[in-house]
């Protein structure tokens, strides 16, 4: 959300949050639900009528939200208080009730303000990470959910590097599913790419990973390479190495690496030659320039694109097509609050899904389990 010091109060719309949980796996009912940030109560509320929870409490950090809350629902068990200084949850004492919380529901705060990053305790490990997932990892630790957690979270939280090491903690215990995508237009006041996420507890991803490589037999071994060269730091040259940048890969695609004019002396990261598949790290790629070109002589990479390397022609033109195959499914990974990136991780992760196994990731041995 693109206020600086505000405390996101960005409420969520009644009948987005109906529609969200209508998306929902669950085993039962959730009988106890817990919104720790709760602002104006619509999600409890939506919890209640979609998935029929008898008791709901709420937390905010908003004494004037929960004054009011606390006038129209005087059934539910309302706090005051900022979730991130808890030490432990409130007591759980709904009657008939000798059991925690069944589902953690929130839409949390999203805004940093001036910080990169806030430290939250989890699984005993000290994580750093942003607003938006220190308030889960910290709502999950307080609370327990036997049945997990529906939340709104920004896209960045599911694919930026902050967020990683919460994720791979998360990623122990819970499934990710996205049940809705949210238009910048969800929130009034604030423009952010948003989804509502079920953090589930039973399934396992990455079985679904391996499953989903096993469509293609046969790997392709890749190397993935991220461009390096700042396209405003760097000398034009009459010489050098063709400097590829992303709008250059529409003529690349159309008349191969001579269409290039710019060329530097600077040696940076990002260097690649031979067969190779090229795409944009920002924006949005286009099919139509995704083509298996060849270059006898190192080209450099602009830090606005990826190349991908193969061992020989036949590689590189299986490999575009299999892109190709999976060309919804590719532009699904490029995320992103403001402008739409992919990550090399992500994209390795991807590629290995479709057969194509980066080397030096394997070298790694992230992925032992397949064949
Ligand atoms: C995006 S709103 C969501 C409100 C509600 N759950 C909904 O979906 O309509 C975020 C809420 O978090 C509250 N908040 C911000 N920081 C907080 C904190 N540290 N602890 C508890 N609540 C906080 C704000 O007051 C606001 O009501």
């Not at 529901?105 to 910080?115: A, D, H, I, Q």
């Not at 060309?327 to 490029?334: D, F, M, N, Q, V």
Request: proline share 4%; with cysteine.
């Amino acid at each position: 959300m693109d206020s600086k010091t505000d405390t996101d109060k960005y409420y969520t719309p009644p009948s987005v949050a109906i529609q969200a949980f209508e998306r929902a796996r669950l085993a039962d009912s959730p009988y106890i639900c817990a919104d720790t940030a709760c602002g104006s109560g619509s999600l409890l509320t939506a919890a209640e009528s979609v998935l029929k929870t008898k008791y709901c409490l709420g937390i905010d950090s908003d004494s004037h939200a929960i004054r009011q809350l606390r006038r129209a629902r005087p059934d539910w068990r309302l706090y005051v208080g900022d979730l991130l200084q808890r030490h432990r949850a409130p007591v759980i004492d709904f009657p008939e009730s000798n059991r925690g919380v069944d589902l953690l529901v929130l839409n949390p705060p999203f805004s940093l303000g001036s910080k990169k990053y806030v430290s939250v305790k989890y699984l005993g490990q000290v994580v750093k990470c942003s607003v938006a997932m220190a308030h889960i990892l910290h709502s999950l630790e307080l609370f327990k959910p036997n049945q997990g957690a529906i939340a709104v979270v920004p896209e960045s939280l599911l694919y930026s590097d902050t967020d990683q090491h919460a994720r791979d903690l998360l990623d122990q215990r819970f499934s990710l599913t996205e049940l809705l995508q949210l238009s910048i237009y969800t929130f009034k006041g604030a423009r952010v790419n948003s989804s509502f996420v079920q953090f589930g507890i039973s399934r396992n991803r990455r079985n679904l990973e391996n499953e989903s490589a096993s469509a293609y037999l046969d790997a392709i071994p890749a190397n993935v390479v991220r461009g390096g060269l700042q396209m405003h730091a760097f000398e034009r040259m009459v010489c050098g190495a063709r400097v590829i940048h992303s709008t250059s890969l529409r003529d690349i695609a159309a008349k191969g690496f001579s269409s290039v004019g710019e060329k530097t002396s600077v040696i940076t990261k990002g260097r690649i030659s031979g067969w190779m598949l090229l795409l944009p790290r920002v924006g949005t790629p286009k099919v139509e320039n995704l083509r298996a070109v060849y270059s006898k002589e190192e080209v450099q990479l602009s830090d606005c694109v990826i190349g991908i390397k193969f061992p020989s022609k036949i590689a590189a033109i299986n490999s575009q097509k299999r892109l190709m195959e999976n060309w919804e499914s590719l532009l699904g990974l490029y995320r992103g609050t403001g402008a739409r990136y992919i990550t090399i991780d992500r994209l390795i992760g991807w590629l290995f899904g479709i057969g194509i196994h980066d080397e030096s990731a394997m070298k790694e041995s992230w992925c032992p389990t397949l064949g």
